[in-house]
């Protein structure tokens, strides 16, 4: 871009503007939306007999004074500026009254970022490649649209097991599991395909009868965080005239889209709904016709059985099939849940499969997860290298053989049948290159089991011993049954005696040795990762451990502490990396089995997030062990409080502030910066002020790294003005970038 461009930029040209403005120059609804502090800004045209006197004015005076206003008329006071990105946007792709594309590529870029924010993310498609996007980075719009439309807040509302089934992967998630590069455009249409095969609208308190959902995301206009949709207050309630060409699109939620895309809203509460709800087979088909017409591709893909059933009718239309086919042809992760396995779904499901691997020609596909559905699959896998392979197993009727008749409290035995064992050994024998490889076991019986070693356990230790694989984790959270001390101690042996994998994650419950194990004889594994997650051990484990353990890292997470207290018996660990996390609440004992932990681990990273009992005595002695850590000589990073994949419940103010002297005061500019903090933006809104004045009373010596994490409000650049003397990086995980005046690369071609 030449340099003019650049020197024609004024200083409000950036994206932090969308933010800050106080000039009503920015895209913020609990600003603009206040009818006291705009009252100035009222629409005196057509339809508005009288106004206020502006001197008057009061709230009570505003709201009977708007009642009074005929339909169709914007009631409430917005700026000018809101104002015209409104008529914009309902006058863009109009048949025959549309604001011309090469119009709105004039205006100033700073007002085209703010359009993009607003505009329905189908709309943002079809401007990608027109000028109006010239010279603004739309990973970064596609970023904001993500991280402001994609409702993750809302699964904390929702039952655990649905949660859990819920998984938002942004780009550098989907780097960190698949080894995969993706945009946050890709990440968006990504999930936006998965929720279409998910009924939501009840669990995120939606009273409409017909879901809506997956139009807010495709067709809406703005936000659905709360707050954002206070826009909506410039309709009158029930209605859906706008002088804009912006239209109510639901009678029972606040929802706004064109006059384009009306018509792919429903609500059955009207007397003659015109629309497909979501989950409609027609619906489900236009959304595949919707992505290929915006040039979309997925690069993940889900398949339910919900989804299977939607489209199983359009599957013999050979237009349709080419279609899916050029929407899946780039699909590298494929997850496939539990099916219905008629006739029927198997025609179908083989039909899909087909797409994604085509026969007797390479597949770009490179991570299977499968539940349950081996017999189908299996036969497509066959000529296909994976990087990443991950079998659930359901323990049910159909897969395990059930003893009928057993003494009470007895353990039962776990017995996998026969010919699903051979299933899923004949599909992992199929690949010899992978790098990646999860098992995870599920069950609904309620009873005392315990899973024996068996044929299939046995095929996992093959697995363990490829030369290609980095890692592997092993899964039984979700099993309600014991898992037999042979495969636990089978699988440390096997990764601690040999060369691969590199890491090794643990998800289990064996709190009994079957048999008394010969003590393991293992080198040292500095190139190793050892996780330890929701574990239970028994308490003679550490007698087979090595007593000297030596790895690159070793993560205890989310397990009791008398999980953790098991590997204080060792002599020693030395690793570059100590990660310890425990929703358990640590109490003074747990402090003491914390002291103890620390005496025998040389660590040059500690990360600790910790649920701290708020008593004295247990800060006290948690304080006396902070210090004794950071005197430690060879420290280079201590990370500390919170994280945000682990929900800790939130650590008491004082006690935070107290831990935060004793870290400030243990700094000491002689030696390298090592303190990593890590909090929520609602726990700093709270501290901020007594974090720096604890800052400043202890010489200003910077720390390593300070993250916040949860961000949903705009005071990005205040949290920067006031730590960035505080730290030599800080990571606002969850703001929209921000661009330097002096760094114009980010923003240009």
Known sequence: MAS?????LDEEDSYSDLFDDEDSDSFCIQDFMDPLLYRELFLEGDGIESSPDSEEVTRPGLTRWMRELKPGVLPYPVPLKLQCLMFVIGHLFQPDHSVPVSMIALLPRSIRIKLLLLLPAIDICKLESTSVTHGIVMDEIWKALFKERIPAFFLEKLEPQLAQSIVFDTPDKFKEKFDILITWKEAYFDTVFFLSQEKLNHDFECHCNSDHFIQDLLYGIGGIHKGTMEITDCFKEGDTLSIHGIYCCTMTCIRLTTANHY????????????????????????????????????????????????????????????????????????????FDTSNANKSSFNKILNLVFPPRQPSV?????????????????????????????CLNHSTVFRTQWVKKGQ?????????????????????????????????????KCRLLDNDLIRCLYNVLQLS????????????????????????????LSSPYPLSLTLSLSCPLLDQQPKPLTANPAPLKTLEINDCTFPPNLPSFLPQ???????????????????????????????????????????????LLLFSIVTAREWKLGLNIEDKPGTLETLLHVLTMITCKSNLHSFHFLRDEEFALPP??????????????????????????????????????????????ESSKIKMKTIRVFGIQSFDHDYYRSVLEDMTEELDLCDALKVESRDDYSLLYY
Request: proline residues 3%; hydrophobic residues 40%; aromatic residues 8%.
């Open 4 to 8: 003019t461009d650049v020197e024609d």
């Open 263 to 338: 018509h792919k809203f429903g609500d059955l509460l009207a007397p003659e709904p015109l629309f497909s709800v979501c989950h409609d087979n027609r619906f489900t088909s236009d959304i595949v016709n919707e992505l290929i017409d915006c040039g979309v591709f997925l690069r993940k893909l889900t398949l339910s059985d919900r989804y299977l059933s939607a489209i199983e009718r359009y599957l013999k239309n050979p237009g349709f099939i080419k279609k899916l086919n050029k929407l899946f042809h780039s699909v590298e992760v494929l997850t496939v849940s539990e």
């Open 365 to 393: 596909v490179k991570s299977v997860t499968l539940l349950n559905e081996f017999e189908v699959v299996g036969p497509h896998l066959k000529g296909h290298n994976l990087k990443h392979l991950g079998i659930s197993f």
């Open 411 to 447: 353990i039962v035995p776990v017995r996998i049948r026969l010919n699903i064992s051979r299933k899923i050994t004949e599909i992992i024998n199929t690949q010899k290159e992978l790098e990646s490889f999860t098992f995870t076991l599920i069950t609904d019986d309620s009873r």
């Open 468 to 495: 290609s694989l980095r890692k592997f984790k092993f899964d039984a959270s979700h099993l309600h049954s014991q898992v037999s001390s042979v495969i636990l101690c089978n699988l440390l042996s096997l990764f």
């Open 548 to 594: 000297n353990l030596v790895l690159k890292s070793l993560k205890l997470q989310d397990n009791k502490w008398s999980t953790v207290s098991l590997f204080t018996n060792l002599q020693s660990i030395t690793v570059e990396e100590l990660v310890l996390h425990t929703s358990e609440k640590m109490t003074n004992d747990d402090v003491k089995t914390f």
């Open 651 to 696: 650590v008491k103010g004082d006690t935070i502030v107290s831990i935060m002297k004793t870290i400030f005061d243990s700094l000491s500019p002689s030696k390298p910066s090592y303190f990593d903090f890590a909090i929520s933006e609602n726990q700093l809104q709270v501290l901020l002020k007594d974090i720096e004045r604890l800052w400043e």
